[in-house]
């Protein structure tokens, strides 16, 4: 049995189910640039950063392609100064998920393709970002894991309906991208995520609460007894805060312009 195991309270389906996989993610950032004229004296004159923007909108949402598990959504828009001026700056934020890498890394192939094209003379665009979070596969190691929840759960008579794939993302992806069996999905039952009508089920507190002390002590109990390890030279010390004094980049920190000047 595994020694590390990691168990992310990441929200789940009202009735109950566990995410045996997820999809990968990637964020990206598009801005256009056009040139600023006045409406009524001079407007043949600018070039719309928004109507360039709104054509090239079109393109990256029809890329969803649900079948292959390829999701584009546009999630904020914004551009112009005022309504009298044809605006010279507009710029939309991506959401991009993918089930399988080498499909991500098509969509952003795809998403350079778009900021390069001419969708307005006089205009041009600049695409940053990068696909930060990879797919998180079923394995064997994640199969004993949620064997292992759906037994208690069926001694405690919780909900226990089969484990499905999920194209939502959480921390867990990142466990398991160093290789660390984890647990999905252990926070509360509930539905609308992301929106006004967002609820949880209040028994579900509880519930996954119980699941996840009788989880960890069992998986405490199986685990194989080792000496514990020195702490290696330079390593903080278990329990140590990190954080850093430095405020965070207006940009996804470590992406680079992936198209644009």
């Not at 950063?49 to 828009?77: F, H, M, P, Q, W």
């Not at 778009?114 to 596969?137: E, F, V």
Request: charged share 20%.
């Amino acid at each position: 049995e595994p020694r590390n195991v990691t168990l992310t309270c990441s929200s789940s389906p009202e009735t109950g189910e566990m995410a045996r996989s997820r999809s990968g993610v990637g964020q990206f950032h598009l801005s256009v640039e056009g040139v600023a004229s006045h409406v009524a004296t001079s407007q043949r004159d600018g070039r719309s950063a928004i109507v360039a923007l709104a054509r090239k909108v079109i393109n990256i949402e029809s890329l969803t392609d649900y079948e292959r598990g390829v999701i584009l959504n546009v999630g904020t828009i914004s551009g112009g100064t005022k309504r009298n001026i044809v605006p010279a700056h507009a710029e939309a934020w991506i959401d991009v998920r993918y089930d399988e890498l080498a499909q991500g890394q098509e969509v952003q192939r795809e998403l350079e393709r778009i900021a390069r094209a001419s969708d307005g003379a006089g205009t041009s665009a600049a695409l940053w970002g990068m696909l930060h979070r990879s797919p998180k596969p079923e394995t064997p190691e994640v199969a004993k894991l949620l064997a292992a929840h759906r037994k208690v759960s069926v001694a405690l008579r919780y909900p226990a309906p089969e484990p499905v794939h999920s194209a939502g993302v959480t921390d867990g992806s990142i466990m398991a991208e160093v290789g660390l069996p984890t647990l999905d999905s252990m926070g509360a039952r509930g539905g609308g995520a992301h929106t006004d009508a967002e609820y949880i089920e209040l028994p579900s507190l509880s519930e996954r609460a119980t699941l996840a002390a009788i989880l960890l002590r069992q998986l405490a109990r199986e685990a194989p007894e080792t000496p514990e390890a020195p702490p290696e030279a330079g390593l903080p010390s278990a329990g140590a805060k990190l954080e850093s004094g430095r405020p965070s980049p207006p940009v996804i920190a470590g992406s680079r312009p992936v198209v644009g000047p």
